[in-house]
């Protein structure tokens, strides 16, 4: 069974950075391709990038560059660095368990989400 918890959000500031964790439980094993997604206040979700178990990485266009996913299997963890934070980064950003990675796409090979974690960027 995977179970997944996303953590490190909260409010920051306009040009700030965040790390966000995404954590599997003891059960669920650490090979899992991984993507961290987003999703504003009336807007669709976003793909951000995913994480192959092997540690290759995908990333969307628009996020490349001040998006940063890494991950450590021995602590069953992704993470997702985000720098140069800005008003339009605020959403609620989801971890989930994906079949496979792609650069676009892997939103539909999802089978397993986190609960979500609460990002605001504000002054």
């Known amino acids: 069974q995977v179970q997944l918890v996303e953590s490190g959000g909260g409010l920051v500031q306009p040009g700030e950075s965040l790390r966000l964790s995404c954590t599997a439980s003891?059960?669920?094993?650490?090979?899992?391709?991984i993507g961290w997604f987003r999703q504003a206040p009336g807007k669709e979700r976003e793909e951000i990038s995913c994480?192959?178990?092997?540690?290759?990485?995908y990333y969307t266009d628009s996020m490349r560059g001040r998006f940063t996913i890494s991950r450590d299997n021995a602590k069953k963890a992704v993470y997702l660095d985000m720098n140069s934070l800005t008003s339009e980064d605020t959403a609620v950003y989801y971890c989930?368990?994906?079949?496979?990675?792609?650069?676009?796409?892997?939103?539909?090979?999802?089978?397993?989400w986190g609960q979500g974690t609460q990002v605001t960027v504000s002054s």
């Open positions: 003891e059960s669920t094993p650490s090979n899992h391709a």
């Open positions: 989930a368990a994906v079949r496979r990675c792609s650069f676009t796409g892997y939103q539909y090979d999802v089978y397993f």
């Open positions: 994480i192959t178990g092997g540690g290759i990485t």
